[in-house]
Structure formats: C-alpha cells, structure tokens
C-alpha cells in the first residue's frame, strides 16, 4: 500500500491513532464501561428488545438485585439504556438499549464468537 500513514487514516475516516504504545482514551473509557462485571451481559440481554427488571435478573443467573440496579444506573448515566417508568396501579420500569447501546452489537457479536471459540482456552 502506497501513501503516507495520514492518508489512509483520512481515507479511513477513523480518529488519529495514538503512538503503538499509547493506548487511546476513547477505547480506555469504552471498554471500562462495558467490561464491568455483568455489564456485558446485561447489554446482551438488552439486544433482544426491552426488558423489566425481574426479567433482566432471570436472564442473567448469579446476578444480585445491587449489582443489577447498580450497573443499570451506570449505563443509564452513560447513554447506552434508557429506563422507562409506566405509571398505574403497578408502576411498570421497562430498560432497554438506546441508539448507542445498539452500536455495540457488532463488537458483543464478535466478543462472544471469540469467547465460544476459544472458551477451553479461557480461565
């Protein structure tokens, strides 16, 4: 491939990438958000469409109602679920996953085929 590395970034329409040991701030940030325990499988359990709370929990074995409230907080304040109230005689809380947290299915896809592929390699 011909050209400078300044090209095939503005070809690539990507952010300058830091120095090859400079890990990015961006990716830093991300991958702490969504790496946090049961994080991720609260996302993936999101994908399917909106969820209440009770059956986020089914959904997710292991998963205490604190960790569950926590991490949902956590990716509410990030923009990545949206948590809906329903008044009425039973309040109804419904979360799901906002534009953004949509844009993650492509990365969770390719995280779980790695996991399934390599999961006797895994700790």
């Known amino acids: 491939m011909t050209g400078s590395t300044s090209d095939w970034q503005a070809a690539d329409s990507r952010p300058a990438r830091p120095s090859l040991n400079e890990v990015c701030p961006h990716f830093h940030a991300g991958i702490e958000l969504i790496g946090k325990r ?3 499988a609260i996302i993936w359990a999101l994908d399917d469409g909106p969820l209440r709370f009770a059956e986020l929990k ?3 074995p292991g998963l205490s109602d604190r960790l569950l409230s926590q991490r949902l907080r956590e990716l509410e304040d990030a923009g990545l679920m949206t948590r ?6 039973q309040i109804k809380v419904t979360y799901s996953l906002t534009e953004m947290g949509e844009g993650l299915r492509p ?8 996991a399934c592929e390599y999961q006797d390699s895994l700790p």
């Open 58 to 60: 089914r959904s997710i």
């Open 38 to 40: 049961w994080s991720g």
């Open 84 to 89: 809906e109230v329903e008044d009425g005689p």
């Open 107 to 114: 990365a969770i896809l390719a995280l779980r085929k790695w």
